[in-house]
């Protein structure tokens, strides 16, 4: 998890509120990403970045929204939670030297009740 | 059809065994792959990347590649059962700019 942080690590949240979950970075990456994990779905791509102010929708964006300000920071928002968007959130970076792997940070885990 | 397919386990093996992993992939036109290990509770983290056909090693771990037939194994040679966690295979599929499309997940656990 060197190098990207997660923030919170565990939230509960009631059904209708909006939900921010933020990504910090300090490798100077240019490509950001969210993932949600369940169970059987494996990881799915919410929104990704690739760049200051550029982003563009994943596989299940519906119900989310991405801002990304600085390079080091990506912000993801749930706009009006809903229990189907319990589920553990992983930022991940990539554009470092060598292969285009993802790290990963260390997940959030987001209860919507 | 899924665009990336792993057979979900879970996967038993024998310490000191070879565990098999496979995964399949709808996108003629990736190039990109990588393996990811889970451990329960934690962040995936990257153990290889492939590119071109073939195998490629490190250390007791082995990715093969076959674009024809559109697969990507990872053999873990000498299965310790530290190496019991989840697996994921990950593709960057043609069109995509970095983004990488994930399996579900082979759940290992090697038996002491």
């Known amino acids: 998890d060197a190098g990207i942080t997660q923030s919170p690590r565990h939230k509960v949240t009631e059904t209708g509120t909006p939900v921010t979950l933020r990504c910090h970075q300090t490798e100077n990456h240019r490509y950001m990403y969210w993932y949600r994990q369940d169970p059987g779905h494996g990881l799915r791509l919410i929104h990704y970045?690739?760049?200051?102010?550029?982003?563009d929708k994943g596989e299940v964006s519906d119900g989310y929204s991405v801002s990304r300000s600085k390079t080091e920071d990506f912000l993801l928002t749930l706009e009006s939670a809903t229990s189907s968007q319990t589920s553990v959130y992983f930022c991940?970076?990539?554009?470092?030297?060598?292969?285009?792997?993802?790290?990963f940070g260390s997940g959030t885990r987001l209860t919507v009740v | 059809q899924k665009e990336v397919e792993q057979n979900s386990g879970p996967l038993s093996v024998p310490e000191g065994a070879i565990a098999s992993l496979n995964c399949t992939y709808s996108?003629?036109?990736?190039?990109?792959f990588f393996w990811y290990r889970q451990y329960s509770g934690k962040s995936p983290e990257l153990i290889m990347s492939?590119?071109?056909?073939g195998d490629k090693e490190d250390g007791r771990f082995t990715a093969q590649l076959n674009k024809a037939s559109q697969y990507v194994s990872l053999l873990i040679r000498d299965s310790q059962p530290s190496d019991s966690a989840t697996y994921l295979c990950?593709?960057?599929?043609?069109?995509?700019?970095?983004?990488?499309?994930f399996g579900s997940g082979t759940q290992l656990t090697v038996l002491p």
């Open positions: 996108d003629r036109g990736s190039q990109s």
């Open positions: 970045s690739y760049g200051v102010k550029d982003t």
């Open positions: 991940a970076i990539s554009g470092g030297q060598g292969a285009d792997g993802y790290t």
């Open positions: 492939i590119y071109s056909n």
């Open positions: 990950a593709v960057r599929l043609s069109g995509s700019a970095r983004q990488l499309t």
